[in-house]
């Protein structure tokens, strides 16, 4: 039976932290100072060319993971829990900022068993910790809404700057695995990312204000790159945007430090997608780099049971 670990409570003011952000009123464009692929085609399911391309990258696309029929599941149980008055009543799931529509719903993994399974998957897991090259934990999971007209977007972040100034997640040692519930389109607010970005840490500027997460997690301010270091990173680096668009069932893995964003859906083809977020048992958080307090457990565990393998 695997071990559960807990935070480990490293209030030390001399503990190193990496990845300054949040902390100075000038933003910086940092190298990142350690690997994206860790482990090696014995370590798991993606060949070279695959771990080469997730290092050069920072993301992946798999297409066609999961069946038509498996997806069908996923929208069932989404569309149950999303009109679930008792879902809707729970602080895990967050509304847009100017409607009661559902945006988000956090720690599926946990409170559905369907969603749970998801998490354990083989075709997910397996490659999560061939990339992380360790055991793996649920660091945050979620499910993203997009309806038709009405779903609103996300602003370029990286994940880890949030994860690290808020969470305290002290290292690049952490990827997401979005499974798509619907096909996406240029068009109905697919993922952005930029190729490569994920080797720049952007700091950005503004302290981190208390319960930061009830607006954040509806609209991100505080914890996004200002708009001269974007420019810097995209332009200045000779980088573009790559739109993410493709059939449901696909799943795109990517690193913890790529910069993304996505638009809003003017279309009536609605998008939503299973965020699973995998850490590395050996990166567990500490207390937060750069926030007054840690968010609550539903958005950032602060334990590692490790996703069995199966
Ligand atoms: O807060 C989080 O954990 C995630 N959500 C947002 C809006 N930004 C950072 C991270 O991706
Ligand atoms: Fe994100």
Same mark, same amino acid.
């Given at each position: 039976?695997?071990?559960?670990?807990?935070?480990?409570?490293?209030?030390?003011?001399?503990?190193?932290? %990496?990845?300054?952000?949040?902390?100075?009123?000038?933003?910086? @464009?940092?190298?990142?100072?350690?690997?994206?692929?860790?482990?090696?085609? /014995?370590?798991?399911? *993606?060949?070279?060319?695959?771990?080469?391309?997730?290092?050069?990258?920072?993301? *992946?696309? @798999?297409?066609?993971?999961?069946?038509?029929?498996?997806?069908?599941?996923?929208?069932?149980?989404?569309?149950?829990?999303?009109?679930?008055?008792?879902?809707?009543?729970?602080?895990?799931?967050?509304?847009?900022?100017?409607?009661?529509?559902?945006?988000?719903?956090?720690?599926?993994?946990?409170? /559905?068993?369907?969603?749970?399974?998801?998490?354990?998957?083989?075709?997910?897991?397996?490659?999560?910790?061939?990339?992380?090259?360790?055991?793996?934990?649920?660091? +945050?999971?979620?499910?993203?809404?997009?309806?038709?007209?009405?779903?609103?977007?996300?602003?370029? %972040?990286?994940?880890?700057?949030?994860?690290?100034?808020? /969470?305290?997640?002290?290292?690049? &040692?952490?990827?997401?695995?979005?499974?798509? *519930?619907?096909?996406?389109?240029?068009?109905?607010?697919?993922?952005?990312?930029?190729?490569?970005?994920? &080797?720049?840490?952007?700091?950005?500027?503004?302290?981190?204000?208390?319960? %930061?997460?009830?607006?954040?997690?509806?609209?991100?301010?505080?914890?996004?790159? /200002?708009?001269?270091?974007? %420019?810097? @990173?995209?332009?200045?680096?000779?980088?573009?945007?790559? +739109?993410?668009?493709?059939?449901?069932?696909?799943?795109?893995?990517?690193?913890?430090? @790529?910069?993304?964003?996505?638009?809003?859906?003017?279309?009536?083809? #609605? &998008?939503?997608?299973?965020?699973?977020?995998?850490?590395?048992?050996?990166?567990?958080?500490?207390? #937060?780099?750069?926030?007054?307090?840690?968010? #609550?457990?539903?958005?950032?565990?602060?334990?590692?049971?490790?996703?069995?393998?199966?």
């Amino acid at each position: 039976m695997a071990r559960t670990e807990t935070t480990r409570d490293r209030t030390d003011a001399l503990r190193v932290d %990496h990845y300054p952000t949040r902390v100075s009123d000038t933003p910086q @464009l940092l190298e990142r100072s350690e690997p994206t692929t860790r482990g090696g085609v /014995d370590d798991g399911p *993606l060949d070279q060319a695959a771990l080469d391309a997730f290092e050069q990258n920072g993301y *992946l696309v @798999l297409p066609e993971v999961f069946s038509a029929d498996e997806i069908a599941g996923f929208r069932g149980r989404l569309d149950e829990l999303a009109a679930d008055p008792a879902v809707r009543a729970d602080e895990r799931t967050i509304t847009e900022l100017e409607s009661d529509q559902v945006r988000s719903i956090f720690e599926v993994h946990a409170s /559905d068993a369907l969603f749970g399974r998801l998490s354990a998957d083989p075709r997910v897991a397996d490659v999560a910790r061939q990339l992380l090259g360790s055991e793996v934990y649920i660091h +945050q999971s979620r499910v993203n809404v997009k309806p038709g007209f009405v779903g609103k977007g996300f602003w370029w %972040h990286s994940d880890f700057e949030t994860w690290h100034a808020e /969470d305290g997640m002290p290292r690049m &040692r952490c990827l997401s695995a979005s499974v798509t *519930l619907t096909d996406n389109y240029p068009h109905n607010g697919p993922l952005m990312v930029v190729p490569g970005s994920h &080797r720049t840490f952007v700091t950005t500027v503004g302290a981190t204000p208390e319960d %930061h997460y009830k607006a954040s997690l509806k609209k991100q301010e505080v914890g996004t790159p /200002d708009h001269d270091s974007l %420019h810097e @990173l995209i332009v200045g680096q000779g980088r573009e945007i790559r +739109q993410l668009t493709g059939r449901a069932g696909s799943v795109v893995f990517f690193d913890c430090n @790529l910069m993304h964003a996505s638009s809003e859906n003017q279309t009536p083809y #609605p &998008r939503s997608n299973v965020f699973l977020v995998y850490n590395s048992v050996d990166n567990g958080v500490e207390e #937060p780099f750069a926030a007054p307090s840690r968010r #609550p457990q539903f958005v950032a565990a602060t334990t590692w049971q490790p996703v069995p393998r199966g």
